[in-house]
């Protein structure tokens, strides 16, 4: 059985400056006609950053959930930027901290029934401190957890983004 | 300092079938005002069940990326269904089998810099099988995987899915 579905007609409901959003005519494997509504965003990236056996999160109110929760230190892609270089800038941003050398862990699709975000997650290797500048209309705190306070945070549902979770497990695997 | 952002306006861009978009008049921490780009979700239910050493994964077009993708069987959740409903729902109409205990791995919030959905994560427990029944509109393939090998899927990017990637750490971690 054939999975691929085809696009008829993309259609554009709204551009804007996070998302895109479109409902596009496609056609089922079938041939079936049906509907897409899809969600296009840059893409993301992230770092998960570790020193002296504390992580760094970022907390941050998320007005869509209206909560402020714990993430590791990440953001958009801006336009033709390469993921890695965005990770760079999104951890000296927000934690003021310089790597010198990113890994990267995943390229992470965060709910792929309607968005074609792409979230880069890379580990930071050998940081050393620069200087936090923060993006004008970021609010932010950044606070070092010890791992085994951040796994348990993981364990018992207090961290809830799944890039955060998906970076803390792989450490705790393997490590 | 205060992280929390306060609604001013709720302005509805778009009403679909999966997702609603917003874009909403707020007020940053200190008082500026901004923009807020919110794509409402009803939410998501989705199952990792492991029977006989193997983990059920299914294959399935995902639109947004042009791709066949592996992901535990999952779906969003119909009107007032509860999460719980909705993972028994999915893993029979996906899977064919029938869960004696769903027991809640997590409640994730996949990426939450646009999107209020929830994704509630089950782990079932003594399944029997029962009659697939897909709905009209989903085209997948079903996969009983062997978790080494499920494991190695994620190591290595084969597994790009986030809720499949957080479950099948959490297993490796607890087994």
């Known amino acids: 059985m054939k999975l691929e579905e085809k696009t008829v007609c993309k259609n ?11 409902c596009d005519d496609a056609l ?17 990236a992230a770092v ?22 714990a993430e590791i230190p990440a953001g958009k892609l801006e336009a033709g930027e390469p993921p890695e270089e965005a990770a760079a800038r999104e951890l000296a941003e ?6 010198k050398e ?14 074609n975000e792409k979230i880069y997650i890379y580990e930071a290797k050998e940081t050393v401190c620069g200087v936090r500048h923060p993006d004008r209309d970021e609010f932010l705190r950044v606070e070092f957890v010890p791992l085994e306070e951040a796994y348990r945070m993981v364990d018992e549902g207090e961290i809830k983004d799944a890039k955060t979770i998906v ?9």
């Not at 554009?12 to 479109?22: K, P």
């Not at 089922?28 to 993301?44: Q, Y």
């Open 12 to 22: 554009y409901i709204y551009r804007g400056r996070i998302v895109n959003l479109r």
């Open 28 to 44: 089922l494997p079938d041939g079936t006609p049906c509907k897409r509504e899809i969600v296009e965003h840059p893409g993301g």
């Open 48 to 69: 998960l950053c570790v020193r002296e056996g504390k992580v760094a999160l970022v907390r941050q109110f998320r007005y869509a959930y209206g909560e402020t929760i």
């Open 94 to 99: 927000e934690t003021g901290l310089v790597a």
């Open 102 to 115: 990113l890994s990267l862990l995943f390229v992470l699709y965060p709910t792929p029934g309607y968005t």
């Open 167 to 175: 970076a803390l497990q792989r450490y705790r695997i393997g490590h």
